[in-house]
């Protein structure tokens, strides 16, 4: 079954500043990758996805990520943190074929710093 | 479109009060999915339909919990009866099997169980 790890809980940044959040995934077969944000007391909105291509997706405001297979990883990334950004990012894979489950990680909470 | 439609946003009610959540999918998918986020276990899946029939229910935690999709533009999700431990917040999501599967959400139904 796939699987998503998010090592860390909670990443803080300085405003400006560029932002990672770590992404490791476990899947048979080349992984669907996605990344959502959830802002307080709403729901997940769709950032970007991994599905062939290109290794380095660009998605939603101004995020960027990159699927690297060897390490099976795809991290989030920001050049310049706005503080707006403060909120929680989930890293989720799905497997090419069979279900259509999303493996979901637990999250990190990102807090941007003025 | 609209997005994902869920009502009610808020629910209280008092254990052993049956609960009906509800949900409307974005127009044309064909995917729905049911969610529910705790602080404690984070965001799990609960159930699927594909083409209004269900294809994965593994996640339900007991019988007390129930889902329908009568059809492509209606679901619920059904508590009866209820236990404060169902507290947390529920999301409702679609997805399109033409697309990369992601998925959208809705913006949750926050249960309080008392």
């Known amino acids: 079954a796939q699987s998503v790890a998010q090592p860390e809980d909670q990443v803080n940044v300085a405003e400006g500043n560029p932002l990672t959040v770590k992404c490791t995934y476990s899947?048979?077969?080349?992984?669907?990758l996605f990344w959502y944000v959830q802002y307080p007391n709403r729901g997940l909105q769709f950032l970007l996805k991994?599905?062939?291509?290109?290794?380095l997706v660009k998605g939603s405001y101004g995020f960027e990520a990159e699927f690297n297979k060897s390490q099976t990883s795809f991290h989030l990334k920001k050049p310049s943190a706005l503080v707006s950004d403060s909120a929680l990012y989930f890293c989720?894979?799905?497997?090419?074929?069979?279900?259509?489950?999303?493996?979901f990680g637990k999250g990190n909470q990102v807090v941007v710093i003025p | 479109d609209a997005g994902v439609i869920q009502s009610p946003r808020h629910e209280v009610t008092e254990m052993g009060q049956e609960v009906t959540l509800r949900c409307k999918p974005i127009?044309?998918?064909?995917?729905l999915f049911w969610y529910r986020q705790t602080m404690m276990r984070g965001l799990e899946l609960l159930i699927y339909?594909?083409?209004?029939?269900?294809?994965?229910d593994s996640g339900m935690p007991e019988d007390r919990f129930s889902a329908k999709m009568p059809n492509a533009s209606f679901s619920t999700l059904k508590i009866q009866p209820s236990e404060p431990r169902d507290s947390a917040v529920y999301f409702c999501?679609?997805?399109?099997?033409?697309?990369?599967?992601?998925?959208?959400f809705g913006p949750g139904t926050r249960l309080t169980v008392t």
């Open positions: 127009s044309g998918h064909d995917y």
């Open positions: 339909f594909n083409n209004n029939v269900p294809i994965d």
């Open positions: 989720a894979v799905r497997a090419p074929y069979g279900n259509n489950r999303l493996a």
């Open positions: 899947v048979s077969g080349n992984p669907y």
């Open positions: 999501a679609s997805s399109y099997s033409g697309s990369s599967y992601e998925q959208y």
């Open positions: 991994y599905i062939t291509g290109d290794n």
